[in-house]
């Protein structure tokens, strides 16, 4: 089975400045996808960024990057020039491209705090 | 649907009683998903569907759960027996199909048993 480790619980960065999530997964597959999502107050899961696991280059969004190592199987997010409106749990998620295809594996979650 | 909407958002039951939560998904999505959000944990997967039926049902923590999707559309989480242990917030997720990668999430039920 497999397994999303965060072992940060909480996180906090100044406005403006570079924040690192870390994420380390443990599977027996070769192809999966990787995911980060948000989770404010508001409980809504929100999806940050996306990397299938077949391509090497790192994924993309705006302000949000990841740093894919997929032979140490660790899944980093970074933010960067941080808002106040990034302050919310930031979960990494696994999904198998294999017969259990269909569900998504979180990690514990990372709280996140921009401080203004 | 614009999203996927739950109900009800907060739900007070007393131990022992029986509790159906309902997830209505974004409109066109053949794939559903059940989560279970524990105080201070991460996210568990309950079930899925894909249409009306329900492929992987692993997640499902005891024979009290139950959850069953009609009309390829809503879809309802039954709990019978409520523990206090079940106390959580059961997040809702649909997609274009199982095998599309991207999911979105309701906003949940909060769960309280008292």
């Known amino acids: 089975a497999q397994t999303v480790t965060q072992s940060q619980p909480e996180m906090s960065v100044q406005e403006a400045e570079t924040v690192t999530l870390s994420c380390t997964y443990d599977?027996?597959?070769?192809?999966?996808?990787l995911f980060w999502y948000k989770q404010p107050p508001s409980r809504q899961m929100i999806l940050v960024i996306r990397q299938e696991a077949y391509k090497q280059q790192n994924a993309t969004e705006n302000r949000f990057s990841v740093n894919f190592q997929k032979a140490a199987k660790s899944f980093s997010l970074k933010i960067s020039d941080s808002q106040l409106g990034d302050t919310a749990m930031y979960f990494c998620?696994?999904?198998?491209?294999?017969?259990?295809?269909?569900?998504?594996?979180f990690g514990q979650g990372t709280i996140l705090t921009v401080h203004p | 649907g614009a999203g996927v909407s739950q109900s009800p958002s907060n739900k007070v039951t007393e131990k022992g009683k029986d509790v159906e939560l309902r997830c209505d998904p974004i409109?066109?999505?053949?794939?559903l998903y059940w989560y279970r959000q524990s105080l201070g944990q991460g996210l568990e997967f309950l079930i899925y569907?894909?249409?009306?039926?329900?492929?992987?049902k692993s997640g499902l923590p005891s024979d009290r759960f139950s959850a069953e999707r009609t009309g390829g559309s809503v879809s309802t989480l039954t709990i019978q027996r409520t523990q206090q242990e079940d106390s959580a917030v059961y997040l809702c997720?649909?997609?274009?199909?199982?095998?599309?990668?991207?999911?979105?999430f309701g906003q949940g039920t909060r769960l309280t048993v008292v």
């Open positions: 599977t027996s597959e070769n192809n999966y996808y």
């Open positions: 569907f894909q249409g009306n039926s329900a492929p992987d």
């Open positions: 997720a649909s997609s274009l199909s199982a095998i599309y990668t991207e999911a979105f």
């Open positions: 409109s066109g999505h053949t794939a």
């Open positions: 998620a696994f999904r198998s491209s294999g017969t259990s295809y269909g569900k998504l594996t």
